[in-house]
């Protein structure tokens, strides 16, 4: 059975985060979709308990994806959840260099542990979560990078921001 994680901030989730979760879902038997608690971000938008029920709704429909979350070290959760795959979405040639060097760090410390990079698809090659957000936040349409599902949350987070 192959057990993979695909972890992020998902602060907030994207249709290119969605993308990959839907495009991994058909390769592995479970996908654990997990927001890391990271103590070290402060800038975030979204608290973990409201990350986790965006993605809860985003892939209700997607019958091998659980969600949850996790802290410390990513080898150490996998070691837990007995998952030997990390599934880590590209943008760009950027992206590459610092996820090759993080999956060959995690591979250092658990040899049983592989990590399976997955393209984004070109229609969200520019989105990322902070891009959205700094959109959100000057008003801007962020329909095309957002699951309908929880746009409003975005958008009234922004709203009372404004207040």
């Given at each position: 059975?192959?057990?993979?994680?695909?972890?992020?901030?998902?602060?907030?989730?994207?249709?290119?985060?969605?993308?990959?979760?839907?495009?991994?879902?058909?390769?592995?038997?479970?996908?654990?979709?997990?927001?890391?608690?990271?103590?070290?971000?402060?800038?975030?938008?979204?608290?973990?308990?409201?990350?986790?029920?965006?993605?809860?709704?985003v892939?209700?429909?997607?019958?091998?994806?659980e969600?949850?979350?996790?802290k410390?070290?990513?080898?150490?959760?996998?070691?837990?959840?007995?998952?030997?795959?990390?599934?880590?979405?590209?943008?760009?040639?950027?992206?590459?260099?610092?996820?090759?060097?993080?999956?060959?760090?995690?591979?250092?410390?658990?040899?049983?542990?592989?990590?399976?990079?997955?393209?984004?698809?070109?229609?969200?090659?520019?989105?990322?979560?902070?891009?959205?957000?700094?959109?959100?936040?000057?008003?801007?349409?962020?329909?095309?990078?957002?699951?309908?599902?929880?746009?409003?949350?975005?958008?009234?987070?922004?709203?009372?921001?404004?207040?």
């Amino acid at each position: 059975m192959i057990k993979a994680i695909y972890p992020g901030s998902f602060d907030p989730v994207t249709n290119g985060h969605l993308d990959i979760i839907k495009r991994a879902a058909k390769l592995v038997d479970r996908l654990i979709v997990s927001v890391l608690e990271n103590p070290h971000k402060s800038y975030a938008l979204f608290t973990v308990e409201e990350r986790i029920a965006h993605l809860k709704q985003v892939t209700k429909d997607i019958g091998n994806v659980e969600v949850s979350s996790f802290k410390g070290l990513l080898v150490d959760y996998a070691k837990q959840i007995d998952a030997n795959v990390v599934i880590r979405g590209l943008r760009a040639v950027t992206d590459f260099e610092s996820e090759f060097q993080m999956a060959l760090t995690n591979r250092s410390l658990m040899q049983e542990l592989e990590t399976l990079f997955i393209p984004t698809s070109i229609e969200y090659l520019y989105l990322s979560s902070s891009t959205l957000k700094e959109v959100a936040m000057f008003g801007g349409n962020i329909c095309s990078m957002i699951p309908c599902d929880i746009k409003q949350d975005v958008l009234d987070k922004f709203a009372k921001q404004g207040e």
